[in-house]
């Protein structure tokens, strides 16, 4: 699918329809499984080379081929480069910005299924998720769409933070266990794991010892490839 003169939210915001419409026609197979697809974005300009644009394409299909989920992976021309997409940047930086202020996240939480169930109890893994109160469509994007630019911008410890204090909460109401992303570069930035450090301890402090036996930290590579 190619989008002419579309960047940043935009252009996921399509890329993510036409992943929603694919996931809606899988094919059910054997043993109660559907298959699954792989979905792959970059972006490109007039000038670029087609081989390079679609080696690009390729690289980011392998990545998620392997990843394991069936969410977008976006992998950027302008990984390494000192100049952004100044459009593009802008309108993500106003949309994860507007998101963080407002209140527009939340957690996306689905019960886990794996090849092997050996789990004491449920387990059940979350996405985080952002609305766009301008879209009338209402479609959320996922972490997997927008934690490559928050990590661009210097805010994947922002959005992270807010998973973990979502998840707590979710915890607190819910039974089972509960599988939070949080980014690498997340941990890698000064102060993030002090402040995870005191949302435990005022788990703790709470007489909450459950919520914390429960939950379950995926480090995630959100944008570190992308």
Same mark, same amino acid.
């Given at each position: ?84 997409? @100044?459009?593009?940047? /802008? =309108?993500?930086?106003?949309? %994860? ?6 209140? #527009?996240?939340? &957690? $996306? ?35 997997? @769409?927008?934690?490559? /630019? =928050?990590?661009?911008?210097? %805010? ?6 807010? #998973?973990?204090? &979502? $998840? ?57 490839? $992308?």
């Amino acid at each position: 699918v190619l989008i002419q003169g579309a960047g940043g939210p935009d252009a996921m915001r399509v890329a993510q329809a036409v992943h929603h419409s694919l996931q809606q026609s899988r094919i059910m197979l054997s043993g109660g499984r559907s298959c699954r697809w792989a979905f792959a974005m970059t972006d490109f300009t007039p000038a670029e080379d087609l081989s390079v644009v679609f080696a690009r394409l390729d690289t980011a299909l392998m990545a998620a081929e392997s990843a394991g989920h069936n969410e977008i992976e976006m992998l950027s021309g302008a990984q390494g480069q000192s100049v952004k997409p @100044a459009a593009a940047e /802008a =309108a993500w930086h106003e949309l %994860l910005h507007r998101a963080l202020a407002g209140d #527009a996240v939340s &957690l $996306a939480v689905e019960r886990a299924i794996y090849g092997r169930q050996g789990f004491h109890q449920p387990r059940y893994e979350s996405t985080l998720t952002i609305t766009d109160p301008s879209q009338n469509d209402g479609q959320p994007l996922t972490g997997f @769409a927008f934690m490559p /630019a =928050a990590v661009r911008l210097g %805010l994947s410890s922002d959005f992270d933070a807010r #998973a973990i204090h &979502l $998840a707590l909460a979710w915890l607190a109401e819910n039974t089972g266990e509960l599988v939070v992303r949080v980014s690498v570069t997340s941990f890698l930035k000064a102060g993030f794991t002090q402040k995870f450090r005191e949302a435990l301890d005022a788990e703790k402090a709470a007489g909450r010892d459950n919520v914390l036996q429960r939950l379950i930290i995926e480090l995630d590579a959100y944008g570190v490839c $992308a």
